[in-house]
């Protein structure tokens, strides 16, 4: 239909209803289809094998796509007329309980966990927009990124001691990435993964404070990788330092399968969810980043040099040097008024201003006690020292490239206000934030300012169970349920779209993927757009062609299963056992 949807976007459908988080279903709004383009086991080159449940071997998982695929990307490649497009994924951590059949040789499973890691690069290719991608097995641009693979140490603290180890005395080069959750495009068309929660790789002697402060312990791990990879206990003489290598944004180039991917020391270690950048009003750039764990801190990057248009070598260095700062909000209405319930204050709004607080300032340390080196290696304990808010997890941080506004989805925090834990505030505003909550801040015209405005966009949950919520002011009874907002994307009218993560407990729905209006009077209007199987996470999103198409991630559908008793068997549904796969919603056809 030519008619454009009330905001404005061509994309119109009803909101479905709400999923029960017993159903192993993959729903669309009606009059679409979902079509599965790559799955968890599909070759990606000539001589890569099919999938066999039966048959698996880390030889074969090299060369096939990885498993629990998070952030997601496509772009089109210039001079295909729309009909080829490369994608980028993350491949975030195992299920090996529903990964392998129980005969499965235990050092094999290692071996073949450890390559269902890492990332993927995949070319696609479709007729035209009117019919779903399909990927090019064997295709120039196709890569998968191993735990063996080299990335480079960029920025200030490359070289440190800090990040030193018997086999990298320079402390310049490591082998491979961990735990990557979200990311983003950056203006040059590279792609920045997020090294999220690393600390689960690596057995440690836990006994300083920095071990302690990023939750590593001296105990086996779950998939136990140190037991027969010494790099990942740094118990191990020479292997003290591994565990600072891992916890940065990684930058890879899709579109040189040759090139070394990057780890940049300039943007902190910690867990971080992803990274988003924006090009400031000065022509620096931006990088906004959450660091995903209770009471942790919201980050961002200033480059110390500025963007250049049409200069990728250039603009692709333009995050190994710069500024860090960490935010403090304030909220304007009295403390008593935000009594953890959820409940708005009297002036009507959850609402206030904020200040980004130096970690690095002129390429130096801002703090006290800390070399520039520490800063950046032991990033959550600089930032303590400064005094951050303590905010409710925050997932992905994406600035709209429509209005400049950045969003954050807190996406919940079981202990906010419970026993010695920080209490309720404004930006924080529920005791045991069960369904999480989306913060807005206004930069006001200067993305590099250390000033800040900032408001609640919406408090999440099902209003129809009594749930606390605030959707903007917009009716409560015509909004969709929403919990545990996770991944940010934008349409081509700047509207907002959420990915969840966590809904099943909390509202008792599955994941799905939601439309936020944000301008007008509708603003605050959610709308649910599909729903993901059981035990899946939705990831992604992807919004293109005009808002003619979704894609998604689909992240470790039932994952709470095990093998002989799955509770998915999405997307294939042929009795085996449930595939993680990227997805593509399209109107239906004829
Ligand atoms: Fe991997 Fe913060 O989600
Ligand atoms: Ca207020
Ligand atoms: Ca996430
Ligand atoms: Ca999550």
């Not at 074969?60 to 496509?74: H, K, P, S, V």
């Not at 490591?174 to 600390?199: I, Q, R």
């Not at 010494?230 to 579109?255: L, Q, W």
């Amino acid at each position: 239909s030519g008619a454009l949807a009330p905001n404005g976007s061509k994309l119109r459908f009803e909101a479905i209803a709400p999923v029960e988080y017993t159903a192993d279903d993959f729903t669309v709004a009606e009059g679409f289809d979902w079509h599965p383009i790559i799955r968890w086991g599909d070759p990606l080159f000539d001589d890569a094998p099919d999938f066999d449940w039966n048959a698996q071997s880390a030889e074969a998982q090299r060369l096939q796509f990885g498993y629990n695929n998070d952030y997601t990307e496509i772009q089109e490649i210039p001079g295909t007329n729309g009909k080829r497009a490369v994608m980028f994924v993350n491949h975030e951590y195992t299920n090996e309980n529903i990964m392998f059949p129980p005969e499965t040789d235990a050092d094999d499973a290692i071996e073949i966990g450890m390559a269902a890691h890492g990332l993927t690069v995949v070319e696609l290719e479709r007729k035209n927009k009117n019919f779903p991608y399909s990927y090019v097995r064997g295709a120039a641009l196709n890569r998968r990124i191993h735990l063996d693979d080299e990335f480079q140490l960029t920025g200030p603290a490359a070289g440190s001691d800090l990040l030193k180890t018997v086999d990298d005395p320079e402390g310049r080069t490591v082998l491979g990435t961990l735990g990557n959750c979200a990311g983003g495009l950056t203006p040059w068309g590279t792609l920045l993964s997020g090294e999220e929660n690393f600390h689960g790789y690596f057995r440690s002697a836990a006994t300083s404070e920095a071990e302690q402060r990023y939750g590593f312990a001296d105990r086996a791990t779950a998939r136990g990788w140190e037991s027969k990879h010494e790099r990942f206990d740094a118990t191990t003489e020479g292997y003290e330092n591994e565990i600072n290598r891992f916890g940065y944004i990684v930058e890879v180039d899709p579109f040189d399968p040759t090139s070394t991917p990057r780890k940049h020391t300039s943007l902190g270690r910690f867990k971080h969810e992803g990274a988003n950048v924006i090009v400031a009003e000065n022509g620096k750039v931006v990088a906004y980043s959450g660091d995903d764990e209770r009471f942790d801190y919201l980050y961002k990057f200033v480059s110390r040099d500025t963007y250049v248009e049409g200069d990728r070598a250039h603009n692709m260095t333009l995050l190994e040097n710069g500024d860090l700062f960490v935010a403090k909000f304030t909220g304007n209405s009295p403390a008593s008024e935000i009594d953890g319930s959820g409940e708005l204050p009297e002036d009507g709004a959850f609402d206030g201003s904020g200040e980004w607080l130096p970690l690095v300032l002129d390429g130096e340390s801002a703090v006290p006690g800390f070399t520039l080196e520490e800063v950046l290696v032991h990033t959550r304990l600089a930032a303590d020292a400064v005094g951050p808010t303590k905010m409710d997890r925050c997932e992905d941080v994406e600035p709209s490239l429509h209005s400049r506004r950045v969003y954050v989805a807190c996406t919940n925090n079981s202990n906010r206000g419970v026993g010695d834990y920080a209490a309720a505030d404004e930006v924080n505003p529920r005791t045991e934030n069960r369904d999480g909550h989306i913060v807005e801040i206004d930069e006001q015209g200067d993305q590099t300012s250390t000033a800040f405005a900032w408001n609640l966009l919406l408090v999440a949950g099902d209003p129809a169970q009594g749930d606390q919520t605030y959707f903007s002011g917009f009716p409560v009874e015509q909004v969709s349920p929403i919990s545990c907002p996770d991944n940010l994307a934008f349409d081509s009218v700047g509207n907002l779209w959420i990915s969840t993560d966590g809904a099943p407990s909390g509202i008792g729905y599955n994941d799905g993927l939601f439309r936020v209006t944000l301008g007008g009077e509708a603003r605050g209007r959610v709308e649910q757009f599909l729903s993901v199987p059981r035990d899946g996470e939705t990831c992604g999103p992807i919004i293109r062609d005009e808002d003619r198409t979704a894609f998604v991630s689909v992240q470790h559908p039932g994952e709470d299963g095990e093998w002989g008793a799955q509770l998915s068997y999405f997307p294939d549904y042929d009795g085996q056992g449930p595939k993680p796969t990227v997805v593509q919603v399209l109107p239906q056809r004829g």
